[in-house]
């Protein structure tokens, strides 16, 4: 034993193929750390729920959840509402971001169109798209197009404002090459303008498509007879709190999964980071 | 013979609510074609901003300049700018053509003269790499190979190599000693390095500091190709340097007072 502690002294790799194991065992550690913590809650709650220990009418424990989350999805009801929520926010999204970015493009760019709309940006950002339901029901209907104008509204903002920032923020020597080397304005636009306010305009879609699942549940427990807010609504005021609980699973589900997709996109689009 | 470059009475004064700071005052400046001229003078006198001005990046207060023509579809100028001035969301090649692209030319054209000049700066298995993987020196490679490739009347850089160590500077500056004696072309080159200047130059223009006006030139004619120990070795090359670094001292004196 303390002969072969002296050989690994001797042999530098074999110290450092032991640090490496060792920070190996460190990183594993983490990872489960990770993964440990949504587990240890849901054991808890199981165990706490099952035991009686909280009350199991208003904090049902995890399996039974899963289950009538299995019954609600074999019944076909669960997809459709899954289906209208997501096109709404689909659609919102899309008619949100779009616009606010060519907006947000044109702001950054030119100062005079900035500092003529950035007052009623600024005004507008604090109302909450939710409060403007009303009217926006008085104007599109109490049909689909009311909701998606709702995600949309709530979306625009968080893009507009990072769009602009981004445009702003880009190094004043980028924009001297671009016009030492005779950049039009379209040029300007889409080869140094548009990629290089990206890292901020994506941090500012990222926020928005936070937003907008926010924006669709509140919407649809104000005004809608379908999706997962009308689910975790109807759900509520009937006392059925497990189909409750599947509506806000889905939600969070929803949330991680669309962070995860844009993560996938910046990387993707962001190669030169 | 007509200058190639002609500068008249230059002067640029910057203006801020109640104060104004004369950059450059009464500029006059005539480069031949194919000259390669130094600029040298004390931080602050107004050199970036002539450059600037005839990169048509600034506006002259009062005077003017002209840069001949020789071709019509060439650009004027070109610059190659101080560390950073390589676009980091366009890889290494469409650096190189940014400038071809700009300004519409042909696609087979742009992809010639991008490789050719990816080629002299050693940078072609870098092609389709991002800068942010190159270091210091090969983005300014980038930075020369890309003002090369536009082609323009005259090439304008402000102290390219300023932010290099000093192996990369020797070899960076050799290297564009090389292609400039292929292509001829006129050069402003802006430095703090008397021995930059003194390898590199036709003639040296020596400026004072604030506000930046001509007070003196120096003809290096020293016979091409040249290297830096030729320089070191030259007697007359070490008046020079010594020459200059006095009038550099006194300058950055004055500025003090």
Redesign the interface.
Known sequence: MREKHIAQIHDPIAVEQEEWRKRQIRNRFKQILTISSPIFILLLWELLSRTGLIDARFFPPPTKIVGTFIMMGTSGELFSHIGISLYRIFAGFLLGVIPAIILGLIMGLYSPIRHFLSPLIMALMPIPTLALLPIIIIIFGVGEVSKVVTIAGSVFFPVIINTVAGVVNI?R??L?????????SK?FFF??AL??S?PVMLEGIQMGQAIALLTIVAAEMMGANSGIGYLIWTSYKAFLLQEMYVGLVLISFFGYLFSLILRGFQNKL???? | MAAKISIRDLTKVFYKKGSSMTALQNVSIDVQDGEFVCFIGPSGCGKTTLLRILADLETPSTGDFTIAREKEDRPLQSMVFQEKGVIPWLTVEENVAFGLKMRHLPKNIIKERTSYYLNKVGLDKFAKIYPKDLSGGMKQRVSIARAFANDPEILLMDEPFAALDEQNKFILQEELLNIWSETKKTVLFITHSIDEALLLSDRILLMSSQPGRIIDEKVIDLPRPRNMEQVRADPKMAHHFSDIWNHLHDEVQNSRE
Do not use: E, F, S, T
Request: aromatic share 14%; no cysteine; charged share 25%.
């Open positions: 190094d020597i980028y001297d090459v671009a016009k030492n080397y005779g950049a039009d040029n080869k140094i990629p290089g990206l962001l190669p030169w980071r």
